[in-house]
Each structure stands twice: as structure tokens, then as C-alpha cells.
């Protein structure tokens, strides 16, 4: 089956340093998406990627999907303590129906003030 | 409208029970879906709605049974479950299979 490589596994970093990580895939997806959880609470999505190469910013926040459609980043700048959480990219092959997103493990930041 | 909404947050029940979870959007989307999420671990879906049909199970076990009374709404009956069915269940929506999901705020389950 597809799987997603999402690294790093976790981070800690100081207030106002820049984040990055990112997924890779042994496969092509057509959609990416970003999510951000924090503890007690659903996901939440951050940023959707549809077209390969495309680079979208939210906020602080850009990603971008990977041109080979197998890969893609999210960049966090000056990073704040609320950005703490569990970051997961997801993606997903859309074809007619095709309705299933294949996860990463997740990336857990931890911001130090 | 843009949230998912899920009831209860919280919900502790014996193997012998039957209870029920619920979700709603008024988004007008057109797929609804269940996950399960054990600790430290991403989402893992159980089961797909598109159109109030029930489009994909993802093998899940008899004891979680699925229903779709109407567009805005999501149910997830259970019976009979196991302590390590104990999770957070997240229900989410999206307009079709091509968009990013919105997720609810999960039902936190303890099976005792």
C-alpha cells in the first residue's frame, strides 16, 4: 500500500525560529494537505495542495506540493508557542471515488519561549 | 457554518453496552467519514459516506456499525466493544473526494 514518510519526528526549537519538515512518498499523490492537531481536538487543516509545484502560504505557514507529486514541505517562520502540536501531511490519489487519505506519522513541535 | 460537530467529547461504557456517536455538518458537503486515532498516531479511517452511501469500510470490525440518516448527518452505533477499541473518533466532511477534509473535534471513547 501507499505510505508517507513525514520526518522529522519531532522537533524543539526556540520562539521565533524557523520550521521546516516534510513527507515523501513512494508514489504519486494529486493532493497534499497539511494538518495541525493539538491535544483533546481534531485536526485541523492548514493548507491543500492540488497542483504539483504549486507553493501556498497561510500566514506564517507555506507548503508545497513537489513537482515529481511525490513529496512536499511546510514551512513554519518565527515560530510562536501556540504553533506547538502535532503536524501531520496527508495525501491523497484522487481518482473517480476515491476518497482515502494516506497519513503521515506526524511531526511533534514543541516550541521553547 | 463551518464546522463539523461531534457529540459527546466524552464517553466511558462497558463491553456490554450500546451507545451511539454523532456528527453533523451543515457545509453541504457530500462525503462524510469516520476515523479511528490512537495515541501518537495519525487518523485512521474506518469508514466512508459519499452521497449518504456507504462508499468505503475499511474492514472494520461488525462491532462498529455506520449510519447515514441524511446529508448533515453522521452516526457510529456501538456494541459491544473491546478495551482496545478505547480511542478518539474523529468523524470529518469535504465537499468531494478532490478537497481537504474537515475534521471534528473527535469523541474521546474509553472502553471499560
Known amino acids: 500500500g501507499q505510505q508517507l514518510n513525514q520526518s522529522p519526528q519531532s522537533m524543539f526549537i526556540q520562539e521565533g525560529e524557523d520550521v521546516s519538515m516534510n513527507c515523501t512518498s513512494s508514489?504519486?499523490?494529486?493532493?497534499w494537505l497539511w494538518y495541525k492537531q493539538e491535544p483533546g481536538e481534531g485536526p485541523v487543516l492548514l493548507i491543500a495542495?492540488?497542483?504539483?509545484?504549486e507553493l501556498t502560504s497561510n500566514g506564517r505557514l507555506t507548503a508545497q506540493f513537489g513537482i515529481t507529486r511525490k513529496d512536499s514541505f511546510l514551512n513554519i517562520s518565527a515560530s510562536i508557542p501556540s504553533d506547538v502540536g502535532i503536524y501531520f501531511c496527508a495525501g491523497r490519489n484522487s481518482g473517480a471515488g476515491s476518497y482515502q487519505l494516506t497519513f503521515g506519522k506526524g511531526t511533534k513541535l514543541s516550541v521553547i519561549p | 457554518d463551518t464546522e463539523v460537530t461531534q457529540t459527546p467529547k466524552h464517553l466511558v461504557m462497558g463491553m456490554t453496552n450500546k451507545k451511539s456517536l454523532k456528527c453533523e455538518q451543515h457545509m453541504g458537503h457530500r462525503a462524510m467519514y469516520w476515523y479511528k486515532q490512537k495515541a501518537k498516531k495519525p487518523p485512521e479511517l474506518m469508514f466512508v459516506?459519499?452521497?449518504?452511501?456507504?462508499?468505503i469500510n475499511e474492514s472494520v470490525p461488525s462491532r462498529f456499525s455506520p449510519e447515514c440518516p441524511n446529508s448533515s448527518l453522521l452516526n457510529l452505533h456501538l456494541h459491544a466493544l473491546q478495551p482496545e477499541d478505547s480511542a478518539l473518533y474523529l468523524c470529518?466532511?469535504?465537499?468531494?473526494?478532490?478537497?481537504?477534509?474537515?475534521f471534528g473535534q473527535g469523541t474521546r471513547l474509553t472502553v471499560v
Open positions: 508514489s504519486i499523490f494529486n493532493t
Open positions: 459516506y459519499s452521497y449518504e452511501k456507504l462508499s
Open positions: 470529518a466532511s469535504s465537499q468531494d473526494e478532490r478537497v481537504g477534509s474537515v
Open positions: 495542495l492540488y497542483k504539483a509545484g
